[in-house]
């Protein structure tokens, strides 16, 4: 193999490490490594691969190496000191280089993501990507030609960077039939929600707040209307039930339309409002259902804790019960951390003439948002005279809606009625919000919010 003139290595292995590695590690082989893109990720995972690459070597036998680097720009600057000849332009030449034999994407978007992967599969190179946009748009043709060329495609980070979770539902609970998996995967409106909660924010304060401090993009209209949320979902839902489930498929309603009050009434009842993105199975019709929307969470439920930017994601499986995984869902370091364990693995793997196995994809029925129930809670501003509660009930009864709890909160113009359902269908409850904004003494009807049973 050859070895490029300034090789991406660590040298400060200790003592002990070497004499570890000279002692039992395996001695498996040299890994070049093809990184395509140097932002957050790219670069902290070369600061890792730097740090860490010796207790790789020593624990493992493998020494991995960094040895082109593919940017869009040149002549920007990098977080990390990267040797001058890795960088170049040219993103195919990375993947196509007989020095190459793994390549990471982390470029983002779909193409030239797309492109490079496969053309990196097709030369018999195993992936490790990232990129949850392409994931959930393409990720089972991309499983599927990995498989067909026998190679790895990896993804940990691709949904809750640094939480080791795509791994643990690929193969720890391969012998589940999980039935549901929940989860807070957004840390930006989980820091906005947050904020909304414990210091009475709106929604805007909230927001900018976040902007101020890094967690919300100046255009975040991909997190707080839950599409980042939504393309984790769809890649859940793929690994999890062997389907083919796509971002378009995922219903999606976001928290910029919830108000500090709205929030206020959930916590007086006993509930934290979170946004959830939901993945579940029917056993018995076999649908998928697959959306992300603002839902009650009961305080006594592990997801009530989760708190600022930190995700958490919830599966409820068979024979293993009840599981939560929690930690860090963004950030370069603790995405590199989730890249670095699937590179060591993909690595592991082709020393070893051998890969993962992701299984199969098939069609499931997607479950339409309309099918699905849920106990709603829904806020009403109304005409304080006499009548409204009658009319208002009328309503909900007219659509076979039933009402578990109703409460009149402040008088005058502040009159606001506040209902929890019973569990109803969604189409009903859609039908019962249609005909209330019709009426003459309702002023305005706030954000819907689901129940999430404890
Ligand atoms: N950041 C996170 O916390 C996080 C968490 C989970 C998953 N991810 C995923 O990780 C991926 C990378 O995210 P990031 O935050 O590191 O993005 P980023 O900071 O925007 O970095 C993207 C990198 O790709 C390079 N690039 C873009 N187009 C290219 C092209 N056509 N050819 C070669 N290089 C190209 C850019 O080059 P220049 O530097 O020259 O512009 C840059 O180095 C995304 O898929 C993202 O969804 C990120």
Known sequence: MTSPASPLVATGVSELDLKASESSAPRLGHVRVGLLGCGNVGAALVKLVEQQAPMIEARTGLRLEITRIAVRNLSRGRDVAVPEGLLTRDAHSVVNDPDVDVVVEVIGGIEPARELITEALAAGKPVVSANKELLANVGTELFTAAESHGVDLLCEAAVAGGIPLMRALRESLRGEPIRRVMGIVNGTTNFILTKMTEEGAEYSAALAEAQ?????????????????????????????????????DVYHEGISNISAAEIAIAKRLGYVVKLLGIAERDSQTGEIGVRVHPAMVPLHHPLASVRESYNAVFVDSDAAGSLMFYGRGAGGAPTASAVLGDLIDASLNLCQGTHGISGTFTRHPIRAIDETTAEYLLGLDVADQPGVLHAVTGVFARHGVSIRVAEQEGIGPDARLVFITHEAREADLQATVRELRDLDVVRRVGGLLRVISG
Do not use: H, M, N, Q
């Open 212 to 248: 101020e401090l890094g967690y919300a993009e100046r255009d975040p209209t991909a997190d707080v209307e839950g599409y980042d949320a939504g393309a984790k979902v769809a890649i859940i839902a793929s690994i999890c039930f062997g389907a083919r489930v796509v971002a378009g």
